[in-house]
T-cell receptor
Framework: AQKVTQAQTEISVVEKEDVTLDCVYE???????LFWYKQPPSGELVFLIR??????QNEISGRYSWNFQKSTSSFNFTITASQVVDSAVYFC???????????FGSGTKLNVKP | DVKVTQSSRYLVKRTGEKVFLECVQD?????MFWYRQDPGLGLRLIYF???????EKGDIPEGYSVSREKKERFSLILESASTNQTSMYLC?????????????FGPGTRLTVT
């Protein structure tokens, strides 16, 4: 069975703090893909990153970084020096080799206070 | 940029009404999806389509049907709306290749059934 768990329902931080959003997944597929999406208050989900199961290299994009660890089935997302504009709901998602089915976590709402 | 548009941002309907939610994408994507988003449950797949006139049930298809007569348009139909279908509905599309199949989302339709 495919499943994504985001245990943190809501996180509040003060601007400039670092924050890590956790994502744990379950799958029996050997080939799979992991995603992070951001949903700002406007409602439209914005794609942030895709990672395939054969590439465990961590990725950094500006203030964003992602830590993929197959050993713990985790794909965590860290925002460094958070800003108010980072306030949003963040979703982690999993897709198997069948491209058509995405499994989303329940989301983590991040509040960044000035 | 990929653009996915949905016919309404907000919709209020009465119990028993037939409701049509329209989604259009402008990037010639093969795959289109309908999700509903509810607090604490993340995104749940209702139906998806991988080609014109082709459709497959997602995880929660009961009470819904879909139509895809043209490649760019995917409609979600609530045959007889009920209050438990009050939710945010999100449409997405994807190219569906291994190089590029992240899903691109529309702004969502917040449906209230009274």
């Amino acid at each position: 069975a495919q499943k994504v768990t985001q245990a943190q329902t809501e996180i509040s931080v003060v601007e400039k703090e670092d924050v890590t959003l956790d994502c744990v997944y379950e799958t029996r597929d050997t080939t799979y893909y992991l995603f992070w999406y951001k949903q700002p208050p406007s409602g439209e989900l914005v794609f942030l990153i895709r990672r395939n199961s054969f590439d465990e290299q961590n990725e950094i994009s500006g203030r964003y970084s992602w830590n993929f660890q197959k050993s713990t089935s985790s794909f965590n997302f860290t925002i460094t020096a958070s800003q108010v504009v980072d306030s949003a709901v963040y979703f982690c998602a999993l897709s198997g080799y069948n491209f058509n089915k995405f499994y989303f976590g329940s989301g983590t709402k991040l509040n960044v206070k000035p | 940029d990929v653009k996915v548009t949905q016919s309404s941002r907000y919709l209020v309907k009465r119990t028993g009404e037939k409701v049509f939610l329209e989604c259009v994408q402008d990037m010639d994507h093969e795959n289109m999806f309908w999700y509903r988003q509810d607090p604490g449950l993340g995104l749940r797949l209702i139906y998806f389509s991988y080609d014109v006139k082709m459709k497959e049930k997602g995880d929660i298809p009961e009470g819904y049907s879909v139509s895809r007569e043209k490649k760019e348009r995917f409609s979600l139909i609530l045959e007889s709306a009920s209050t438990n279908q009050t939710s945010m509905y999100l449409c997405a599309s994807s190219l569906g290749t291994s190089e590029d199949y992240e899903q691109y989302f529309g702004p969502g339709t917040r449906l209230t059934v009274t």
